[in-house]
């Protein structure tokens, strides 16, 4: 199984991703949310029963079929790495979720892709995943900081942010993001508590 294929499987239909659920506290209900690279749509799913009207992208049609009858959720099939990016210039999202899943050329988009007042949440794979299994391709594996650098790119303010080995539910190293665009003329100073990893 390729790297990206084992990113792929998990992306089930389970429980929404711990990092995701801390921060769901930021989407308000009618929140306009982008799920990024969805798969089987857990976090879809998840955000959607909470009130959010979630856009669900993958590349995998037969899987967004599975959510073609849920309300609150819109699918669109689309190559995130083949073909353009598949919005219209300057299209925003209160919210955007991305988990494990990396594809760098994007990162300047995804950041773009956050409305003011709006938030970004981001875990995926990094470096040191290797010694667990795959994804173990440098290609798939955030380098120290990534995660950081693609907010400070966005203008984006660290709410939240990790570097860490989670040990369940099958041990992995990853970094979590959760970032927010300030409201025009919001003092960028009054950005939530950065909470290192510990």
Not at 78 to 98: H, K
Not at 113 to 135: C, D, H, M, Q, W
Request: aromatic share 8%; with cysteine; net charge negative.
């Amino acid at each position: 199984m390729t790297d990206s294929a084992v990113a792929g499987t998990m992306h089930g239909t389970g429980a929404p991703s711990a990092w995701v659920a801390r921060w769901a506290h930021l989407i308000a209900p009618g929140a306009r949310v982008l799920d990024l690279a969805c798969g089987h749509g857990r976090h879809a799913r998840w955000l959607a029963a909470r009130g959010a009207l979630v856009t669900a992208v993958d590349r995998d049609a037969a899987a967004l079929a599975t959510m073609s009858t849920l309300a609150n959720v819109t699918t669109l099939a689309a190559d995130l790495e083949g073909a353009p990016w598949p919005f219209a210039p300057g299209e925003t999202f209160d919210a955007v979720i991305v988990t494990n899943y990396l594809h760098r050329p994007l990162f300047g988009v995804i950041g773009a892709s956050v409305a003011p007042g709006g938030v970004l949440i981001y875990e995926t794979f990094a470096r040191g995943n290797e010694k667990f299994g795959k994804p173990s391709n440098p290609l798939f594996l955030l380098a120290p900081g990534e995660l950081l650098d693609l907010a400070g790119e966005a203008n984006l303010r660290v709410a939240g942010f990790e570097d860490v080995t989670l040990p369940a539910p099958r041990a992995a190293c990853v970094q979590r993001l959760c970032a927010t665009r300030a409201v025009p003329g919001e003092n960028p100073a009054s950005a939530a508590l950065y909470e290192a990893a510990s």
